[in-house]
């Protein structure tokens, strides 16, 4: 079993920046990836950005340039830093760790309000 944890969302004004943190913990010995995922009401849940266990990143075609993907050196904790925020960012982030066995597991949420 592997436990997500999330933190770092709030409100922010548009423009603004925001860097949320997702931490791994349990059975974290077969990683193939992690990442973020947003839901806003109404949506469905889609792919944000995303990093492969060999460095490897992928982002959603309305983030590139604005947000970034890391990890830590122990690859247990992903990061997205988040520039240039715009009211269409509004969402609940998930972070998600993909196994090489290609379990998925789900984080909480994390709420990220763009508002002025």
């Known amino acids: 079993q592997v436990q997500l944890v999330e933190s770092g969302g709030g409100l922010v004004q548009p423009g603004g920046s925001l860097r949320l943190s997702c931490a791994a913990s349990?059975?974290?010995?077969?990683?193939?990836?992690m990442g973020w995922y947003r839901q806003a009401p109404g949506k469905q849940r889609d792919m944000v950005a995303f990093?492969?266990?060999?460095?490897?990143?992928n982002y959603a075609d309305s983030v590139k340039g604005r947000f970034t993907i890391s990890r830590d050196n122990g690859e247990t904790t992903v990061y997205l830093r988040m520039d240039s925020l715009r009211p269409e960012d509004t969402a609940v982030y998930y972070c998600?760790?993909?196994?090489?066995?290609?379990?998925?597991?789900w984080g909480q949420g994390t709420q990220v309000t763009v508002s002025s």
């Open positions: 998600k760790l993909v196994t090489w066995g290609a379990a998925a597991y």
């Open positions: 349990g059975n974290t010995n077969a990683i193939y990836g």
């Open positions: 990093i492969n266990s060999d460095g490897r990143t």
